[in-house]
């Protein structure tokens, strides 16, 4: 399970999937500008299995791709066995969103309730801010 997470939404997601892994045994992945290796917050829950720090659309196909198994690559944040957090460094990697196509134009997504689709576009910061 993938979950990406803002500010307004961490808390929320962390109790979700600890409801989700309370009945259904799975991997939850989260991921988003709130998953770094140095928030507090994040780092005292166990309710996930690993995080992805940065962009994350290359690691969620690796991650994929190799499951069960982990993938030995930077930008993750995994579990010690002494219950503290291992991040495994910032990844090098930027991609080019130019080779992902829009789900909207490839027709992947329908029109919803009354013909409105409720779809999110925002990629990074407008800042250039670094997360």
């Not at 992902?100 to 992947?108: D, I, K, V, Y």
Request: hydrophobic content about 35%.
């Amino acid at each position: 399970v993938g979950m990406s997470c803002y500010q307004w939404n961490l808390e929320r997601s962390l109790f979700l999937a600890r409801q989700i892994k309370r009945h259904i045994p799975c991997t939850i992945v989260v991921g988003g500008p709130e998953i770094t290796p140095d928030n507090r917050f994040l780092l005292r829950h166990r309710d996930f299995d690993m995080g992805v720090v940065g962009e994350g659309e290359e690691v969620w196909k690796l991650l994929l791709q190799s499951f069960p198994q982990i993938p030995d690559i930077q930008g993750l944040i995994l579990p010690k066995e002494n219950g503290q957090w291992h991040f495994t460094g910032h990844s090098l990697y930027h991609p080019s969103l130019k080779h992902w196509h829009s789900p909207f134009l490839c027709e992947a997504l329908d029109s919803q309730l009354k013909g409105v689709l409720w779809l999110e576009t925002v990629h990074g910061c407008m800042y250039h801010c670094a997360y």
